[in-house]
């Protein structure tokens, strides 16, 4: 059973710094694409940012220049530097990982969730 586990969210003011993490657990025998999504209430959910398994990286034109984000393979984990937020950016944060569960295996996974709000 693959478990994904987001933490580091909490209140900011603006101009502050958050640092997310994505932490995977359990049967895992390779992890490739991993994205930060974010729900802001009453809106859709929308890409924050993504990275493959080879370390390519795109981010939202909304958090570019403001957000970083990077794994750390021998942890399972995947962090998102938040710098210089912004209100707009109070959101819910999820991961999202495609991750092989078994040889030859993929599924999709979700955390749970996380609350940034950004505000003063």
């Known amino acids: 059973q693959v478990q994904l586990v987001e933490s580091g969210g909490g209140l900011v003011q603006p101009g502050g710094s958050l640092r997310l993490s994505c932490a995977a657990s359990?049967?895992?025998?390779?992890?490739?694409?991993v994205g930060w999504y974010r729900q802001a209430p009453g809106k859709e959910r929308e890409l924050v940012a993504v990275?493959?398994?080879?370390?390519?990286?795109m981010y939202a034109d909304s958090v570019k220049g403001r957000l970083t984000i990077s794994r750390d393979n021998a942890k399972n984990t995947v962090y998102l530097q938040m710098n210089s937020l912004k209100p707009e950016d109070t959101a819910v944060y999820y991961c999202?990982?495609?991750?092989?569960?078994?040889?030859?295996?993929?599924?999709?996974?979700w955390g749970q969730g996380t609350q940034v709000t950004v505000s003063s």
């Open positions: 999202n990982a495609e991750i092989e569960f078994s040889r030859g295996l993929h599924q999709s996974f």
């Open positions: 359990g049967s895992i025998f390779s992890i490739n694409a």
């Open positions: 990275i493959s398994s080879g370390g390519s990286i």
